[in-house]
C-alpha cells in the first residue's frame, strides 16, 4: 500500500507535460513519478532541470549507458530498493546494454567476471563502499583511476549519492511495484 497516495490522471496541464517529455505515451507513470508528483513543484523542477529524464535520475549521456545503469541496478541492491531495481528492470535496463544474466548479476555479492569488465565491477565496487561505509580505500581509489578520470569518478559519485536518496523517498512513500514486465527472480 502506497503511504503517498499516487496522483492520478488527468493531470494538471504543466505536470502532464512533464509525464509527456519523460515517458513514452503508451507508458503509464510510474508509481514514484506520480507520488512525488504530490509536490507538483518540486516534481516539476526535477524535470525542468532534467535531474530526471526518459532513462533516470543525472543522464547527461557522458558516462556509457550500461555503466550507469550496473551502477544504478547495484546501488538499487545496496540500498535494498527492491521498486527502483524492480523499475529499471522492467523499463530501460536491457535498452541500455545489459544482458539478463548481468542484470541478475546485480544481486550477487561480488559481480561475476566473467560478465562484467574490470571498469564495470569495479564502478559496483564503488557503489557498494559508498553505500555500506560511505568510505574510499586507497586500494579502490587506484582501481578506479586505472579505469575513470576525475570528471567520471565525480558523476558516478553524484549518481550513486542520487539513487540513494531514491531508495530514501521509496522507504518513505513504500510505492506499489510497477507492472512494467516481468521482473527477474530475487
Aim: hydrophobic share 50%; glycine share 4%.
Amino acid at each position: 500500500m502506497n503511504r503517498i497516495t499516487p496522483v492520478e490522471p488527468p493531470y494538471s496541464p504543466a505536470l502532464a507535460e512533464r509525464m509527456a517529455r519523460l515517458l513514452p505515451a503508451s507508458m503509464k507513470a510510474p508509481v514514484l513519478f506520480r507520488a512525488v508528483a504530490r509536490n507538483e513543484g518540486l516534481f516539476n523542477f526535477l524535470a525542468d532541470s532534467r535531474l530526471i529524464g526518459p532513462t533516470g535520475l543525472l543522464d547527461r549521456r557522458w558516462l556509457n549507458a550500461a555503466l550507469r545503469e550496473a551502477v544504478i541496478l547495484r546501488v538499487c541492491v545496496a540500498c535494498g530498493n527492491d521498486y527502483e531495481w524492480q523499475l529499471h528492470v522492467g523499463t530501460i535496463s536491457a535498452r541500455m546494454g545489459l544482458s539478463p544474466a548481468q542484470i541478475a548479476d546485480t544481486r550477487s555479492a561480488a559481480p561475476a567476471a566473467a560478465l562484467w569488465s574490470e571498469p564495470l565491477r569495479t564502478a559496483m565496487a564503488l557503489a557498494d563502499a559508498l553505500v555500506a561505509t560511505r568510505r574510499v580505500d586507497d586500494a579502490l581509489y587506484l582501481r578506479l583511476r586505472a579505469s575513470f578520470d576525475e570528471a567520471q569518478l565525480i558523476e558516478l559519485t553524484q549518481l550513486i549519492g542520487l539513487y540513494n536518496g531514491v531508495a530514501m523517498m521509496v522507504a518513505l512513500v513504500q510505492p506499489a511495484l510497477d507492472a512494467y514486465a516481468a521482473p527477474l527472480p530475487a
